[in-house]
């Protein structure tokens, strides 16, 4: 088991709040990711990070921001939650070639 | 687009039987990975093969490669109930040189099931 947390696991919110997901790892490791994935579909990479204070955006156009202050740590915001947010989120880290992802949370707008 | 794609979308075989997926790729690649995901969960890596690689086996796992025909194929042998998963190619950026930049592109998966 890969050392890499997310909270929550899942998360029904209404239209217009805003939402943190977290995403930890203990594993020292300098990369970070975030995806997207609808149910049955490929993952989408909306965010990654390379070190702490970098922070760059992925193929997948994403309302959400993402911040990197400690390396273990790389939060995802939603501003405004709208329905088309609703999906699964799937955060990853590596120190090479092999990502390790966490158990995602899987997002709900209403 | 360096997306994967894979072949068959879903996949249903007896246990004890061989299972192979195959996955076809747009431009060069420095290596290609395979993921497992269980039901509603993360992925796990399973097996990386490099480019000047044709073919890797880990446990009852066997990845080719072919980079002439910008596919591979992972079969496996002998599967069981608790194989039943989605499965996953990921390549890589080709114009990554080995720095920090590192970035994967992953195909729709194939839907595996076992059937005990």
């Known amino acids: 088991e890969a050392d890499i947390y997310q909270t929550p696991r899942y998360l029904v919110i209404g239209t217009g709040k805003k939402i943190t997901l977290e995403c930890s790892q203990t594993?020292?490791?300098?990369?970070m990711y975030w995806y997207q994935q609808d149910p049955g579909m490929e993952l989408h990479l909306i965010h990654y990070?390379?070190?702490?204070?970098?922070?760059e955006k992925g193929d997948l156009s994403s309302e959400s921001t993402v911040s990197r202050i400690r390396t273990e740590h790389f939060p995802l915001t939603l501003e405004s939650a709208r329905p088309s947010h609703t999906s699964q989120y799937l955060c990853?880290?590596?120190?090479?070639?092999?990502?390790?992802f966490g158990p995602g949370t899987r997002l709900t707008v209403t | 687009s360096q997306q994967g794609e894979e072949d068959p979308q879903a996949l249903s075989i007896q246990e004890g039987e061989n299972a192979t997926m195959n996955c076809s790729y747009k431009?060069?690649?420095?290596?290609l990975q395979w993921y497992r995901q269980n039901s509603g969960r993360g992925l796990v890596h399973l097996i990386l093969?490099?480019?000047?690689?044709r073919e890797k086996h880990s446990g009852r796992l066997r990845v080719t490669l072919d980079t002439s025909k910008k596919s591979s194929s992972l079969l496996i042998t002998a599967s069981r109930a608790a194989d039943t998963a989605s499965y996953f190619c990921?390549?890589?950026?080709?114009?990554?040189?080995?720095?920090?930049?590192?970035?994967?592109?992953f195909g729709k998966g194939t839907l595996l099931t076992v059937n005990p």
């Open positions: 990853a880290s590596s120190d090479g070639y092999e990502q390790y």
């Open positions: 594993m020292g490791h300098d990369k």
């Open positions: 990070s390379y070190g702490v204070n970098s922070t």
């Open positions: 431009t060069s690649i420095n290596n």
């Open positions: 093969i490099r480019s000047n690689e």
């Open positions: 990921a390549t890589d950026d080709p114009s990554y040189s080995g720095g920090s930049n590192y970035k994967l592109t």
